[in-house]
């Protein structure tokens, strides 16, 4: 494990930066940046990002305070700073842009891992005026929004609770082609701005429970049980299908349902689903004996 420390990664990758204060829209910048250099490797806030995938690392934005955020960004931890030279060995790119808040930030994440210091480096007042800018520091003081450079589902699973958005953006590559879409993923994490929060087991439970009354084909929730974790619950839920119907195709289709809207509903990422038909009820029985 050692070895990775001693040596550096690759002398011969092009290496440039990008940087400007914290919150002045560097991340919102970076893929544009990037393009214009021919640049399809990222490093920022802890992920290297190939064009829209993250292809390692875990995202800085996710530790809990402002010092822990700058270690992870900078690859202090031996860990981080391993899994990150073994995945630039594996890519091999021929350049790299790397975002930072300083031109010291930058440096200490090249000498971390054992890149050449940037030979070309390009600051956020180069393609952002001062009133975009200080709308950047706005929105980020006042809402705590913070950007990825990647597409939303890209990052979905590594930010359980917390606000995503897609921010989807045309751009043009020049020379006459055609435009194309471009998504960038906005998070807000809740517990970082606006103090701790916790979802009751409670309100899981009831999520799911109300779909279910909702359901045509499900008589009764006969039990339910909710299972937290941090990275978001996991619901089992036993219930009395009403004669009649396809009982795999509608479990299947209840699951996703649930799914689908506790997702939405709490911005948590659901884990596991299970439904289990318990008995299946018989609703022409039910109105013969009601007519007796």
């Known amino acids: 494990m050692q070895l990775f420390n001693n040596i550096n990664v690759e002398e011969n990758i092009k ?112 393609v952002a005026t001062e009133t975009e800018m200080e ?8 809402q705590g929004k913070h950007v990825i450079p990647v597409p939303t589902f890209e990052i979905k699973k590594d930010f359980s609770g917390y606000i995503l958005d897609p921010l989807q953006i045309f ?37 799911a429970e109300y779909l279910a009354k909702r359901s045509d084909s499900i008589y009764r929730v006969m039990r339910t049980r909710v299972e937290s974790k941090p990275e978001g619950p996991n619901i089992y839920m036993e219930v009395s299908i009403n004669y009649g119907y396809n009982i795999l195709d509608e479990l299947r289709e209840f699951k996703e349902k649930i799914k689908k809207e506790i997702e939405k509903l709490t911005t948590m990422n659901v884990q596991e689903v299970t439904i289990v038909a318990k008995e299946i009820h018989m609703q022409e029985n039910e109105k013969k004996t009601n007519n007796e």
């Open 171 to 207: 751009k043009s590559k020049g020379n006459g082609e055609d435009p194309y879409m471009s998504e960038k993923s906005i998070i807000r994490p809740t517990f970082s701005y606006l103090g701790n929060f916790t979802i009751s087991d409670t309100v899981f439970r009831q999520i």
């Open 15 to 126: 290496v440039y930066a990008f940087i400007g204060p914290s919150g002045t829209g560097k991340s919102y910048r970076a893929q544009m940046v990037a393009n214009e250099n021919n640049i399809s490797y990222i490093i920022d806030d802890g992920l290297l990002i190939k064009e829209n995938d993250v292809i390692c690392g875990t995202s800085a934005k996710k530790a809990p305070t402002k010092v822990e955020t700058v270690k992870k960004a900078i690859f202090t931890n031996e860990k981080d700073r391993n899994e990150m030279k073994k995945a630039i060995r594996e890519y091999k790119p021929e350049s790299i842009l790397i975002l930072g808040t300083s031109d010291g930030m930058v440096d200490k994440i090249t000498e971390n891992l054992g890149l050449s210091k940037p030979e070309k480096r390009i600051y956020i007042q180069d």
């Open 135 to 142: 709308t950047a520091k706005r929105i980020r003081t006042t």
